[in-house]
């Protein structure tokens, strides 16, 4: 499968699980397209000989003259990259992000010269496990790809997004960026902090040889929690007005399931409760 790329240089500013996958899914369906990687040289040395990328380069300078640029570093990084974008672009250039928190980024994007224009990114796809080694081709198919435009946002610009994601098979969903980082605080970060907390409890309480007696409950509650902690340092420090008021209803609840465990009360109407929104998860 092939297409007409409509951006013909695309810089990918972080090669890691997304960002190679994003590589090996644009080599796939735009061949024709220079992929230039910017990461530490044995990430892209290894990306290279995998295919995945046409340019290599630890230097944001191999983005000059790119046309399309994503952003795949963790959050912070990624800020830092988009404040220097400005004086390293040489022509215009659609700027697109994969974070999991959007409002810092489109703040950050203000400040970017007229002839480069951001637009936020999300694909709900990906791994416990991070880094180029765990990417692959088919990451993005069939999965939500959130598009965070504002009110300045051109619609050709947009448009020319949708079509892009589309292409590689993922399913482009426009979004307020103030709604998703609510949402993704409860359906994302609150379920990564949750798994990471509850993982350091179990392990620090039975340890490796209690570890060994636990059954799949265990591994498929904290699967997430194997997930890179500098990802997620990022996400909660760019969240954290969302991220607190939803610990906040989950440590509310967790107080009440145990009051009523003291007192002998059925929990029944919790698990109940679960169990219905448990069926709405796509």
């Known amino acids: 499968m092939s297409a007409d790329p409509d951006f013909r240089r695309i810089g990918i500013v972080g090669v890691g699980l997304v960002g190679g996958s994003l590589a090996f899914a644009v080599r796939r369906v735009f061949p024709e397209a220079a992929v230039i990687g910017i990461d530490r040289d044995d990430v892209t040395l290894v990306a290279r000989q995998s295919g995945a990328l046409t340019v290599g380069s630890a230097e944001l300078s191999a983005l000059a003259d790119a ?4 952003l795949a570093a963790p959050v912070k990084q990624n800020l830092a990259v988009l404040s220097r974008l400005g004086d390293i672009v040489r022509g215009p250039a659609l700027i697109t992000d994969v974070g999991s928190t959007k409002r810092t980024t489109l703040e950050a994007s203000r400040n970017l010269p007229p002839a480069l224009t951001f637009i936020g990114g999300h694909p709900l796809a990906g791994s416990a496990h991070g880094g180029f080694e ?3 081709v088919d990451l993005f198919e069939r999965r ?5 435009p504002d009110a300045a946002t051109p619609p050709a610009a947009q448009e020319r997004l949708v079509k892009f994601v589309r292409a590689l098979g993922a399913t482009p969903v426009v979004v307020d960026p103030v ?7 409860y359906t994302s970060h609150l379920p990564q902090l949750t798994a990471s907390a509850l993982m350091h409890v179990v392990g620090e309480s039975v340890g490796e040889a209690g570890l060994r007696l636990s059954g799949s409950g265990l591994a498929d509650t904290t699967r997430v929690a194997a997930s890179p902690a500098p990802i997620w340092t990022d996400i909660c420090a760019t ?3 969302e991220v607190l008021p939803a610990l ?3 440590i509310t609840t967790l107080q009440t399931l145990r009051g009523q465990l003291a007192r002998d009360e059925s929990i029944a109407p919790l698990f109940e409760s679960a169990q219905r929104w448990r069926a709405r998860v796509r």
């Open 239 to 241: 969240n954290a007005d």
């Open 179 to 185: 709604v998703h980082d609510h949402v993704l605080a």
């Open 67 to 70: 046309d399309l640029i994503v």
């Open 134 to 136: 765990a990417s692959r």
């Open 248 to 250: 906040d209803r989950l």
């Open 144 to 148: 939500p790809w959130l598009l965070t």
